[in-house]
Every structure is written in C-alpha cells, then in structure tokens.
C-alpha cells in the first residue's frame, strides 16, 4: 500500500510552465515507478508518461515528448512531472500513480488525489 | 499507437442489473495487458481488472474481466448503487499506454 500526496492547484497563464509533485508515503520511492495521467474537462484519461523510481529511466508519450520532463528525488519520496509552454488545452486534473520501478508496461495500481492546472489568459 | 474502442458510450441500468462494458483494441493486446479502471466525479481513477482477468487488491468478485487478442469484456455481475461510474480500458503492452474513451454506467 502506498500513499501518494500530490501539490497543490495552480491556474497559469499560456507559455508558462508548471511543476506538479506527488510524494510517496510509507514506501521508498526506489521500489516503485510513477505514471502521470490526465483528465481533461469533458474528455477521458491520456497517459503522459511514466518515470523509474529506481534509476529514473523515462518513457514520454509522444504528444508532449518535448514539453515534458518526469523525475523522481529519492531524499523526499517525491516524483515530479513539468510540463512547460502551457496551452489552454494543457488545462486538466493530473494524477501520478503507482507501477512498476522497472518498465512502464504495467498497470497502476495506486493514485493520488489529483492536481488541478488551469491554463487561462 | 494500439487505440481502444469502448462501447457502448452510455450504458443506462438499474441497481441489481448485469452490466456488458466492451473494450475493442485496434490490433492484438500482446500477453494479456490490458486493464479497467472505474473513475467517478471528484475522484481518482481505481484500478479495478489487470491482466485482463485478475481483480486487484480489495475489488469485490461482482467484477470480471475476460477476452483475448482484440476484444475484451468487462462485466459487472449485479449494479450496486456504488458502482454507477465511468469506466476505462487501457492497454499496458507497448508503449504508448492508451486507454479506450471510456463507458458511462448510468442510473436508469
């Protein structure tokens, strides 16, 4: 069982960027990867991306491969996910979940309560 | 990119009632990974079937996942007032990991 804290909502601006953090309690963060997940207003789940606990190998989907930057602090249990140059349609709840240290081919099994990210002029 | 198909988009039942959730990939899901996830309003997403058929942690046995290659089938045996949900499929076995749009269980 894991207990993952995610930051706070933010509302931003377009072309900025943000920082979204999810810490891990009870466990080491070593022994787990994190996928980020978002839901947009009105759409379904899109997976973003995952990154390793254990040696913080990446793996991005390829929609935002070069706007997204996942890494993990193991001094903190902390994972974050930074999505830079923000579009109105950035605008969604972002989760972090719980998988597999070792690949991102494994299915979530424990989330945190969700980020809100606002992206408006 | 492997895209998911759910069907149908609204599924309108009522408590008690058997639930058929369809799950179709664009190509074969390799070695079984495939998974649902129920999702509700204000809530993260919950695990609910993983390799296509095991229950995860603490889901109880109403729940049931089956199929194979492209088409899969999430049943939910009979509805409890807690259940009324979205629900998603998602595939784990290369990567991008997509998931289908989604099945709305609905209050008839």
């Known amino acids: 069982q894991v207990h993952l804290v995610q930051s706070g909502a933010v509302v931003t601006k377009p072309g900025a960027s943000v920082k979204v953090s999810c810490k891990a309690a009870?466990?080491?963060?070593?022994?787990?990867?994190f996928t980020w997940v978002r839901h947009a207003p009105g759409q379904g789940l899109e997976w973003m991306g995952w990154v390793s606990g254990y040696d913080g190998h990446t793996n991005y989907a390829q929609d935002v491969q070069d706007r997204i930057t996942m890494t993990t602090d193991t001094s903190t249990s902390t994972a974050f996910m930074e999505l830079r140059t923000l579009r109105s349609d950035d605008t969604a709840m972002y989760y972090c979940?719980?998988?597999?240290?070792?690949?991102?081919?494994?299915?979530?099994?424990?989330w945190g309560q969700g980020t809100m990210v606002i992206v408006s002029s | 990119e492997l895209v998911l198909t759910q069907s149908p988009g609204t599924l309108s039942l009522s408590p008690g009632e058997r639930a058929t959730l369809s799950c179709r990939a664009s190509?074969?899901?390799?070695?079984?990974?495939l998974a649902w996830y129920q999702k509700k309003p204000g809530q993260a997403p919950r695990l609910l079937i993983y390799?296509?058929?095991r229950r995860a942690t603490g889901i109880p046995d109403r729940f049931s996942g089956s199929g194979s290659g492209t088409d899969f089938t999430l049943t939910i045996s009979r509805l409890e007032p807690e259940d009324f949900a979205v629900f998603y499929c998602q595939h784990y076995g290369s990567s991008p990991l997509t998931f289908g749009g989604g099945t709305k269980v609905e209050v008839k």
């Open positions: 979940a719980t998988t597999s240290p070792y690949s991102p081919r494994n299915p979530s099994d424990f």
């Open positions: 390799d296509v058929s």
């Open positions: 009870g466990n080491t963060i070593a022994n787990h990867g």
């Open positions: 190509q074969s899901v390799s070695s079984s990974d």
